[in-house]
């Protein structure tokens, strides 16, 4: 059974960095892409990041050269570095196995304030 559990969110300043964790069981994490979503207040969702097995990454354009998405296989885990954030980062994020939404976590929040 899929598990993926989310950490790591909270209030952050504006500048300020975050670090998001998402636990990973039930499923061959080491063979297995993982993406990062979140969904803004009154918008969809969105593709944040993602790693392949290998450590390959892809990140969307809203936050490509301030987060950092990696991974160890070792731990069945996958972190999100959320850096030089903005109020526009305000979201649920969610962690997800592969590369769609249909196995994903509970979500953790991120609150940027000015």
């Known amino acids: 059974q899929v598990q993926l559990v989310e950490s790591g969110g909270g209030l952050v300043q504006a500048g300020g960095s975050l670090r998001l964790s998402c636990a990973a069981s039930?499923?061959?994490?080491?063979?297995?892409?993982m993406t990062w979503f979140r969904q803004r207040p009154g918008k969809g969702l969105e593709k944040v990041a993602n790693?392949?097995?290998?450590?390959?990454?892809f990140y969307g354009e809203d936050v490509k050269g301030r987060f950092a998405v990696s991974r160890d296989n070792t731990k069945s885990m996958m972190y999100l570095n959320l850096n030089s954030v903005k109020t526009e980062d305000t979201a649920m994020y969610y962690c997800?196995?592969?590369?769609?939404?249909?196995?994903r976590g509970p979500g953790t929040q991120v609150t940027v304030t000015p």
């Open positions: 997800a196995k592969g590369t769609g939404f249909t196995d």
């Open positions: 039930g499923f061959t994490f080491g063979a297995t892409y």
């Open positions: 790693i392949s097995p290998s450590g390959n990454t």
